[in-house]
């Protein structure tokens, strides 16, 4: 059966055939298409926009990511469409820097972050895909069923609506959920979100053309009993993200956006005629929603999900796109051995979140004392000492160094497997049988 088919016809119907069928064309899907394109999987991607006109908000990378990419050969492509290194973190506190993270000393060649654009990211994997015979990328086409024989069997395949209202199944051995932190594929799975409200601060977004004011760092500024993030981007951009208490945008879209300039120039002054003459309506801020989520289950039979699907974060330290590039990269030699051996079961599937589950956790409890201590209102005397002891011991000592690179790299700084590449879709045909359907039991 199709779980979560609609009722409304269709004008047309096609049938596709895949190793593995890829929900979500975002950089954990990609990034696992391309891994398994190397491994002479053959992939399918389902992504419901088209030309990749998707909502963009997180675009820093961390150098864990930045080394998946490289090893994908994908990175020196991404970078040359646009990008800027920034030299680390910063904490500015009415007008004074109280804590600098400096990346430099990680050293060469990944010793900064890199404020990359997802279009430039999504277009160099693509163009790295579509250079494989076993890929297709099917755009428009919005999830609309997974293919079971009966609720809770072996997922074989899932059911897109394309334009046109043509109705395309997908049969495939393994679908994977990387359509990001309101995964529809999720939610036809009857998997649980597992939302949790660990944040007390929502962010409003927008971006100001900044000719001639790169920064080159990502900066929190705090003052006025608020915070607001700011890094460079992409061309002569700087990407602004104020932090509100949770659920209070309202209070702040009331006084509209001549209240909202004035309470931002209070924290930026710097930036005070960029927002006057820029910020001129409350539709070009963007909200979203903090929260972490960590999904009930990961992995069914035939059916894994992957990134934001499986683990939601928030914004602070840069983490989500960092985890989901090596989340693929961990889920790439765990995809290439269940196929091999023709049998993509939970049990097989499970080895993901074991490995990945811990990682995510561990980002988890670091956002949230990060959430508190950066912007989290002041507390007076003792947390200002405080943040300036920590700050010292982030700056001046070999545990600041060590913080920097778990940051950097995370727990679990994951390698992309090469051994495991081969010379083709033919080549992984063969090793695989064809990559046959786990069968239902």
């Not at 060649?109 to 890199?114: D, H, N, R, S």
């Not at 990211?121 to 024989?149: I, M, S």
């Not at 394309?162 to 049969?171: K, M, S």
Request: aromatic residues 4%.
């Amino acid at each position: 059966m199709d779980r979560g088919e609609p009722t409304e016809p269709v004008r047309a119907e096609e049938e596709r055939e895949a190793d593995v069928c890829v929900v979500g064309a975002g950089p954990a899907g990609l990034a696992l298409a391309l891994l398994l394109l190397r491994s002479g999987v053959r992939v399918t991607v389902l992504e419901r926009s088209t030309a990749l006109r998707r909502e963009f908000h997180g675009e820093i990378l961390q150098p864990g990511g930045q080394r998946v990419l490289d090893e994908l050969g994908v990175l020196a492509d991404a970078r040359a469409r646009g990008a800027r290194a920034l030299r680390g973190f910063q904490v500015v506190e009415h007008g004074r820097t109280v804590l600098d993270v400096d990346y430099a000393r990680l050293g060469d060649p990944y010793g900064t972050l890199l404020a990359l654009p997802q279009p430039h990211l999504l277009g160099a994997l693509l163009d790295a895909c579509r250079a494989h015979p076993g890929f297709t990328l099917l755009e428009g086409h919005r999830l609309a069923a997974l293919v079971e024989r009966r609720p809770g069997s072996p997922v074989t395949g899932a059911v897109s609506h394309g334009p046109g209202r043509v109705r395309t199944t997908v049969r495939a051995a393994v679908v994977v959920g990387a359509d990001g932190r309101f995964s529809r594929t999720r939610v036809l799975a009857g998997i649980g979100a597992g939302r949790v409200d660990a944040f007390r601060q929502d962010v409003a977004w927008f971006a100001l053309k900044a000719p001639g004011r790169a920064t080159g760092h990502v900066r929190v500024h705090r003052g006025n009993g608020s915070a607001v993030l700011v890094h460079d981007t992409h061309p002569d951009r700087l990407r602004i993200g104020w932090t509100l208490p949770h659920g209070g945008w309202s209070r702040v879209a009331a006084g509209g956006v001549e209240a909202v300039r004035r309470d931002l120039r209070g924290i930026l002054p710097q930036f005070a005629d960029l927002l006057e003459e820029q910020l001129t309506a409350l539709r070009q801020l963007t909200l979203l929603d903090v929260f972490a989520a960590h999904a009930e289950e990961w992995a069914r039979d035939g059916l894994v999900l992957l990134g934001d699907s499986a683990h939601t974060h928030g914004p602070l330290g840069a983490q989500g796109i960092n985890l989901a590039l090596q989340d693929a990269a961990a889920l790439h030699p765990v995809l290439v051995a269940a196929l091999d051996d023709g049998a993509p079961t939970a049990e097989r599937l499970a080895a993901h979140r074991e490995r990945r589950e811990p990682v995510a956790a561990a980002v988890h409890r670091m956002q949230r004392v990060q959430a508190r201590a950066l912007l989290g209102p002041a507390t007076g005397p003792v947390a200002g000492l405080l943040r300036a002891v920590a700050a010292g011991l982030v700056a001046h000592t070999p545990v600041g160094g060590r913080i920097t690179r778990r940051i950097a790299y995370g727990t679990d700084p994951v390698r992309v497997r090469a051994d495991l590449f081969t010379g083709g879709p033919a080549a992984g045909a063969a090793r695989r049988g064809a990559g046959r359907p786990v069968e239902a039991r």
